[in-house]
């Protein structure tokens, strides 16, 4: 039996557009990845709603700090033979400048944590899948939620595809088979996060092929 961490924001956490709240189990990617691999891995979601690859948010409930947080789910999960990440909406915000690169340098920053913490044992280091979100939408208003904006969240896609290939891992665009809710022009709805999990399940099993 494989391990896989799912560490994302409110994307894997499973936030519904329509009602700021949570899909069921059975809409929510991680739980159906793990169905679609059938007994060959257990998959712990780890989603919280504004966390960012590495910028601290002063302004919510909790730490959203993703350097800060992978360190204690691998401390915690651990051992793991696979990491899944998908960050980098929350760091579109404008307050941390609304461009894709400082999601890139969070990401090669949480890439970096995976690649030397200090697992037990020293050789239980996971492989690693990065994941580039669906870019946003428009939304009610003409634009994606939080002042996000729609031509900085497609060059996710492409820089992250770019880091995976120069660091050695694998990648996944998960905009390619999930679309952001015109409702607020971030989130997912059941359907598309339910078919995100089912399009990870073939990656996944390459990974560990």
Request: proline share 9%.
């Amino acid at each position: 039996m494989r391990t896989i961490l799912a560490f994302g924001d409110s994307l894997t956490w499973g936030a519904d557009p329509a009602t700021g709240l949570r899909h069921p189990a059975d809409a929510r990617w991680p739980e159906v990845l793990e169905g679609a691999l059938g007994g060959q891995a257990k998959v712990i979601s780890e989603g919280l709603g504004g966390r960012t690859t590495c910028y601290d948010d002063h302004t919510g409930p909790c730490c959203r700090n993703g350097a800060k947080a992978l360190q204690v789910a691998l401390a915690s999960h651990m051992p793991l033979d696979l990491v899944i990440i998908m960050l980098g909406t929350n760091d579109l915000k404008p307050v941390y400048g609304g461009q894709a690169e400082p999601a890139v340098s969070g990401m090669r920053r949480l890439v970096q944590i995976v690649e030397t913490f200090p697992y037990k044992p020293k050789s239980a280091i996971p492989k690693l899948l990065i994941v580039a979100p669906p870019p946003c939408v428009a939304g009610p208003a003409g634009t994606p939620a939080a002042g996000r904006r729609i031509d900085e969240s497609k060059r996710l896609a492409p820089l992250y595809q770019a880091l995976a290939e120069e660091l050695g891992h694998a990648f996944f665009d998960a905009g390619r088979h999930a679309s952001a809710s015109p409702i607020d022009g971030v989130h997912l709805s059941a359907d598309s996060t339910r078919a995100l999990g089912q399009a990870l399940a073939a990656p996944v099993r390459a990974i560990f092929a």
